[in-house]
């Protein structure tokens, strides 16, 4: 087949939604499909307008974008991709450069596929504005998104679930998976240990900076992590602005206790996870984020907020630890009792490991669903 996935920014920007695009991507080449991506120029760093990158052929389309990566709009088409195509599958109905190319797309007769996430949460977020007049946005885009696709996809149950309800819609649900060398690897522990001159134990962020994450509730978490057990410490890795985290670490005097690392890949990813006591995520605002099922993977309990499909996929006391948003205390003493209780971070880590699939399960299954439609 050939297939053309549509995101508003690729490798070499790093990101959830960016890893997975590249994943399918790369995984549906592997299986000698003839893959392309279509992308903006944002994030691009300086890399050809086209290029093929481990089988798969990048566009980089020329963009404007209002602030916000879903604002980014395309100032150019690449017919001749998109007519070719047997299949167009576009990532995130929130996004105007994807919105805009499957419609394009649809005018020449390929599938057109869809993926629905984090529907009508504009409300939820912590920006007044967006909270203001993201739901007319949000609206807008998925009324636009149901109307131009073919195939419906969600990677959350939460989503499928409000499809249905809530507009009559019937969506496959297929989860996010996981680099088959993310589960197979040996332990890489002491490798990671050994780089960053590590010995005590840590709990393990790991993700973009960004102010949804909650990393601010970690650190404020980890000042009264001190009190009892001075020597952990929270091991904070992914892309981002750290000044703000590194001022907040030393107002509150934990600037010892907080381990800044940039981003993680390879090897020194998976040591970081194994070497973990466990991955913390407070998240205020997510739809399935890659690394729970990247900590399951590694059998390591999750400590996190009932946000997104979290509160569908991540059971309390069953294979993980959920505590409310913004609640650094609740947070602090997740983190103390699974310190002292090794049991306990077993069975979560051995329980969350059952959900884990490799990604080439999921290409394949997605595969046969562009071709049963």
Do not use: C
């Amino acid at each position: 087949m050939r297939i053309v996935h549509i995101i508003h920014h690729y490798w070499p920007f790093v990101g959830g939604i960016e890893n997975v695009v590249k994943a399918l991507a790369e995984g549906m080449a592997k299986l000698r499909h003839e893959v392309h991506v279509i992308t903006s120029t944002y994030g691009a760093e300086g890399r050809p307008r086209e290029e093929e990158i481990n089988g798969v052929q990048v566009h980089r389309v020329k963009s404007i974008r209002i602030v916000y990566a879903d604002l980014t709009y395309p100032l150019y088409i690449p017919n001749a991709i998109l007519k070719d195509a047997d299949v167009v599958h576009g990532h995130t109905q929130n996004s105007l450069f994807v919105l805009k190319l499957v419609k394009e797309a649809k005018k020449y007769g390929p599938k057109t596929a869809l993926d629905f996430m984090a529907i009508d949460t504009f409300n939820q977020h912590p920006n007044s504005l967006i909270r203001l007049v993201g739901p007319y946005y949000g609206k807008y885009t998925l009324t636009n998104a149901l109307k131009v696709s073919d195939i419906k996809l969600v990677r959350a149950i939460r989503d499928g679930t409000l499809l249905k309800m809530k507009y009559g819609v019937d969506a496959y649900f297929l989860p996010d998976g996981i680099d088959e060398e993310l589960i197979t690897a040996p332990n890489h522990a002491e490798l990671f240990k050994s780089q960053y001159h590590i010995d005590v134990p840590f709990v393990l962020f790991l993700g973009r900076l960004d102010k949804l994450k909650g990393i601010d509730i970690l650190i404020k978490a980890m000042s009264l992590v001190r009190e009892e057990a001075p020597e952990l410490k929270a091991v904070i890795a992914g892309s981002g602005d750290q000044r703000p985290y590194r001022t907040l670490a030393e107002k509150l005097g934990v600037k010892n206790n907080i381990v800044f690392t940039g981003p993680l890949q390879g090897n020194i990813k998976i040591g970081a996870i194994d070497a973990s006591l466990a991955m913390a995520l407070p998240s205020l605002r997510e739809t399935f984020p890659l690394v729970i099922m990247e900590a399951w993977a590694r059998e390591k309990p999750v400590i996190t907020t009932p946000v997104g499909d979290i509160s569908y996929r991540v059971k309390h006391g069953e294979n993980g630890i959920r505590i409310p948003p913004r609640n650094p205390k609740a947070l602090a003493d997740a983190i103390i009792l699974l310190l002292q209780d090794e049991n306990l971070r077993k069975k979560l880590g051995v329980s969350g490991k059952k959900q884990v699939r490799p990604w080439n399960e999921i290409i394949i299954e997605l595969t046969k669903i562009y071709k049963g439609n």
